[in-house]
């Protein structure tokens, strides 16, 4: 995903596998240059833990997002 194309609110998937073992949905809350901070709103039941000990929130490369349909 292109930094241009990503604005605070959007709302994108993505799958992380260094912390998360299925793909979630977020909100995004800030942009960076390669990345992006995102609020996990949708996610396997299987990452409970994980998202729990993460805040809901997660660092994501933007090679690693894509628009929620």
Request: glycine fraction near 4%; charged fraction near 30%; proline fraction near 3%.
């Amino acid at each position: 995903m292109d930094k241009e194309s990503l604005n605070i609110g959007d709302v994108v998937t993505g799958k992380v596998t260094e912390d998360m073992d299925a793909p979630f949905t977020g909100t995004v809350e800030k942009v960076y240059e390669n990345s992006a901070l995102i609020n996990i709103t949708d996610f396997d039941p299987a990452d409970k833990t994980n998202v729990s000990e993460l805040n809901n929130k997660l660092v994501v490369n933007l090679k690693q997002l894509t628009a929620a349909k």
